[in-house]
């Protein structure tokens, strides 16, 4: 069975690598914040079109549709890069990927599967830009990543990356570390069947109660970390806000988070991963 297959590691890039990953997001958030203006006049245009059908003012056969056109919007980049000069510095792939994602949100909000759209904010802890593979300008090397513009980038290899390479995200997260997700197109096996069913109860006190007996017990990450997490909290009021000692703190927070973020992560990875194999 093909299925697609994310890998995530978190890459070590040197000084100029860092200032190009931060160019890369910035123009990547200008490109699909000005075709999203763009567009919202566009639809701000055909609901008054729509309006001026419906009452006869206008001739159906002049009202024009509102879908965002992916091919032509693409198409449009060589010229906006002639107008912003600092879109030529960074991956031409990754605008290309953020116009994708603009035309896809679209797409995704018509059908109603999502909310409209909204403007792309620099204030965001997480930022981050993606890009696809194209000539072998993805791949692993032994402990570097080569990625368009930045080249061989150190990482920390967990495991071996396998399959088909398709894309990769680059990202910077509120702690100011960086990371990268690669995601494959690998065959996999099917589970063998255990001819064991389950039933899960999910609850507070306990993370999950099996239909066996099995529990999983909640072990309160949080509480863990709650004074150092109030101390550096504390510390965060007291500065200027804006300022170095500001900002240390601020990160400072945001690493004790993270840390009870990815240990809650990692602890129901387990469950479910133990749950999956052991029964059907």
Same mark, same amino acid.
């Given at each position: 069975?093909i299925? !697609? @297959?994310a890998?995530? #590691?978190r890459?070590?890039? $040197?000084?100029? %690598?860092?200032?190009?990953i931060?160019? &890369?997001? /910035?123009c990547?958030r200008?490109v699909f914040n000005f075709?999203?203006g763009?567009q919202?006049e566009?639809?701000?245009?055909?609901y008054?079109t729509?309006?001026?059908?419906?009452?006869?003012?206008?001739s159906?056969n002049?009202?024009?549709g509102?879908?965002?056109?992916?091919?032509?919007t693409v198409?449009?980049?060589?010229e906006l890069k002639?107008?912003?000069?600092f879109?030529?510095e960074v991956?031409s792939?990754?605008?290309?990927?953020?116009?994708?994602?603009?035309?896809?949100?679209?797409?995704r909000?018509?059908k109603k599967? !999502? @909310?409209?759209p909204r #403007?792309?904010?620099k204030? $965001?802890p997480d %930022?981050?830009?993606?890009?696809?593979? &194209?000539? /072998?300008n993805i791949a692993v090397e032994?402990r570097?990543?080569?990625l368009p513009?930045?080249?061989?980038v150190?990482?920390a290899?967990?495991?071996?990356?396998?399959?088909?390479?398709?894309?990769?995200?680059?990202r910077r997260n509120?702690?100011?570390?960086y990371?990268?997700s690669?995601?494959?197109?690998?065959?996999v096996k099917?589970?063998?069947?255990?001819?064991s069913?389950?039933?899960?109860?999910?609850?507070?006190?306990n993370?999950?109660?099996l239909?066996d007996?099995?529990i999983?017990s909640?072990p309160?990450f949080?509480?863990?970390l709650e004074?150092?997490?109030a101390k550096a909290?504390?510390m965060?009021s007291r500065?200027t806000?804006?300022?170095?000692?500001?900002?240390k703190?601020?990160?400072k927070?945001?690493?004790?988070?993270e840390k009870i973020t990815?240990?809650r992560?990692?602890?129901l990875?387990?469950?479910?991963t133990e749950?999956?194999k052991?029964?059907d």
């Amino acid at each position: 069975m093909i299925a !697609n @297959k994310a890998y995530k #590691f978190r890459i070590y890039p $040197n000084k100029k %690598q860092t200032e190009l990953i931060n160019k &890369t997001i /910035g123009c990547s958030r200008f490109v699909f914040n000005f075709f999203f203006g763009k567009q919202k006049e566009k639809d701000a245009y055909w609901y008054i079109t729509r309006e001026m059908v419906q009452n006869g003012h206008l001739s159906a056969n002049n009202w024009k549709g509102k879908c965002l056109n992916k091919y032509n919007t693409v198409k449009s980049l060589p010229e906006l890069k002639k107008h912003y000069g600092f879109l030529k510095e960074v991956d031409s792939i990754a605008l290309q990927k953020s116009v994708e994602n603009l035309a896809d949100s679209y797409h995704r909000y018509y059908k109603k599967q !999502n @909310k409209y759209p909204r #403007f792309k904010s620099k204030k $965001n802890p997480d %930022q981050s830009y993606t890009t696809k593979q &194209t000539n /072998g300008n993805i791949a692993v090397e032994d402990r570097h990543i080569k990625l368009p513009k930045l080249g061989l980038v150190r990482y920390a290899k967990s495991r071996e990356v396998e399959g088909r390479i398709l894309n990769a995200t680059v990202r910077r997260n509120p702690s100011g570390k960086y990371f990268v997700s690669i995601s494959t197109e690998i065959e996999v096996k099917e589970l063998p069947k255990t001819g064991s069913a389950i039933g899960i109860d999910v609850g507070l006190k306990n993370v999950a109660t099996l239909s066996d007996g099995t529990i999983y017990s909640n072990p309160k990450f949080f509480r863990t970390l709650e004074e150092k997490l109030a101390k550096a909290q504390r510390m965060m009021s007291r500065g200027t806000t804006g300022g170095a000692n500001w900002h240390k703190a601020r990160i400072k927070v945001a690493r004790i988070h993270e840390k009870i973020t990815n240990a809650r992560k990692d602890y129901l990875d387990k469950i479910s991963t133990e749950i999956v194999k052991n029964h059907d």
